[in-house]
C-alpha cells in the first residue's frame, strides 16, 4: 500500500531530492516581482473563459504552433477541456488529435463542447481527428503516437494502476509526455522511468493538471516567498470543488478509489498516516468579489457577506493529494496536510461514510467505475444546483513563523483543468521541459519558465493571489 512504496529508500534511486534547498533563494534575484515581508502582490481578476486576454494566447510564443497534439482520452472531460484549450491557447494551426476507445464517445463529446457556454458557434472542432487506442493494446499505442510532436495522457483513473503505459509508449516513441495523473503510487513507478527518458531525449511531467499540477507549483512560490524551501516548516494545501466541478464519471470513480486509502501527511520531516476523510476543518478560502462568490458559497449557512465582499469558508478534511507526497520528496518540507471539501455540504458526510466500507468494495476499480456511472445522473443535477467551483489555498509557514499564503480558484473545475493542462503542453512545446520523467516542482524549478506557465495556467481565474505575512500574521484583505 502507500506505506510501503512511500518509504525514503523505495523513493532513494528516483534522484528527486538532487535539488539544492538553497534554489529558491539564488532563483529570487532573477528579476521578476519579487516579495516584501507584509506586502500582498500580484492579484488577478479576470473575465472567466480562455481568450481573457483577447491575443494569440500570450502562452503561444516561441515554439512550433503546428506541432501535432495527441491527448489520449480527449473525449473524456478532462482531455475534451484540454483540447479545448489548446485550440484557443495555441491557435488554429496546431493540429490536435483525440486518443480513445470509441468513435461514437467522440462525436458525443464534440457535440457537447458546441453546446458549452462561451463555445465559438463557428467552430465545429472538424479538424479535430479521432485516433482509435485502447491502453491495454501497445500496438494501438504505438500506432497513434506515432508522428506526434507530444502525448497528453488524460484516460483515467489512474488509481490502482500498476503501469504507465502511455508514458513508455511515448519514451519508446521519442514524443514528449504530458499527463494528469493523480495517483501518488502510479507517479513513483513512472519517475522510475526518469533514466530511460534521458536516455532517450525525451522530455515528460507527470500529475500536471490543476491539482495535482499547479498546487505543487504553489508550494514552490511560497518556498520561495518565505527565502527558500529550507526555510519553510510546514505546508497545508486545501482543495475545493462544487459538486464534482462538472467532472466526468472518471473522477467520481477516482474519487471513491481514494476514500479507501489512508492520508499521507508529514510531521517532523516522518510520515504519518491519517484515517481518510478524518480532521474536518473549515478551511478560508480567501475573498472574492460579488457574483463570483455564488458558485463558492452556495449553501447560505457558511456565507458571511460584509459590503459585496464574502469570505468564504468551507468544510474540508484530509485527503490523499500527491503534492503531500512530492512536496516532502522534491522540497524536503518535514510537515505537510492536505484536505478537500465539497459541497453540498452532506456530500461531505456522504464521503465520509463510504469510507467505512471495505476495501474490497471500495478499492474495486470496475466496482467503483459502475457507481460512478449509475451516480451520474443525480450528479448532474447538483453540479447544475452548487456550480462547479474549484478553489485551492496553499498555506506555507516559515522557521520564524512568516507566513505565506497563495490562493487561487476557478468558476468551473472543468475549464480550469484543460486550460493548466494546456499551459504544461505549451511549455513543453516551448522546450522549457529539460528530458527526463519531473514532477512539476522539478520540471519547472526555473523561475521564469514557471512564471510563463503560470501566465497561462492561471488564464480565466478569478481569485490569483499571493499574500506574505510577518511573524505576527496580519489579515490580508483582496487586492
Ligand atoms: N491533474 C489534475 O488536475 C486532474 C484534475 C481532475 C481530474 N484528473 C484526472 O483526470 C482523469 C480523467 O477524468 P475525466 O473526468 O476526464 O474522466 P472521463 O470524462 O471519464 O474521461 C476519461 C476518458 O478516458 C478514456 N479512456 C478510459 N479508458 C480508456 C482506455 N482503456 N483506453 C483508451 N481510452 C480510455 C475514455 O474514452 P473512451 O471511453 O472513448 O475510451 C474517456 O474519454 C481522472 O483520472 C482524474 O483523476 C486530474
Known sequence: MLRSMTTRRAYQPIGVRCLSPNWFRSSRSSGRDTSTHGHRFRCRSTPSGLGAKGDDGGGARGYDKHARVIVVGGSGRVGGSTVRALRQLAGPGLELLVGGRSQRNFVKSVERWRTLPGADEEYDYSDVKFVELDLGDAASLASALDGCDLVVHTAGPFQRKTRPEVLEAAIAAKVPYVDVCDDARLATVAKALNEK???????????????????????????????????????????????????????????????????????????????PASGFKKVDFGQSIGEKTRGMCTPAAWLTSTSGRCRCERQGSAVVLVASFTCNQVLGI????????????PWNYLLKGMTLLPDSIMGNRDLMQALAEFSEPLVRITDKLVGATNAMRLEAVAKDGRKAVLNYA???????????TAAFVVATLRGDVRPGVWFPEEAFDDEAKRGLLFDDATRGAFMWERQEQGATAVEGAPL
Open 197 to 275: 527518458a534521458q536516455e532517450a531525449g525525451v522530455s515528460a511531467t507527470i500529475s500536471a493538471g490543476i491539482w495535482p499540477g499547479i498546487d505543487q507549483l504553489m508550494a514552490v512560490e511560497a518556498c520561495e516567498m518565505l527565502g527558500g524551501a529550507s526555510e519553510v516548516e510546514s505546508i497545508d494545501f486545501s482543495a475545493y470543488t462544487a459538486g464534482t466541478g462538472n467532472a466526468g464519471t472518471t473522477i467520481l470513480s477516482a474519487t471513491f478509489l481514494i476514500l479507501c486509502e489512508k492520508v499521507l501527511g508529514f510531521k517532523d520531516g516522518n510520515e504519518i498516516f491519517h484515517e
Open 334 to 345: 518535514p510537515n505537510i496536510s492536505t484536505y478537500f471539501g465539497t459541497s453540498p455540504e
Open 410 to 420: 476557478h468558476e468551473d473545475l472543468e475549464v480550469c483543468v484543460g486550460i493548466a
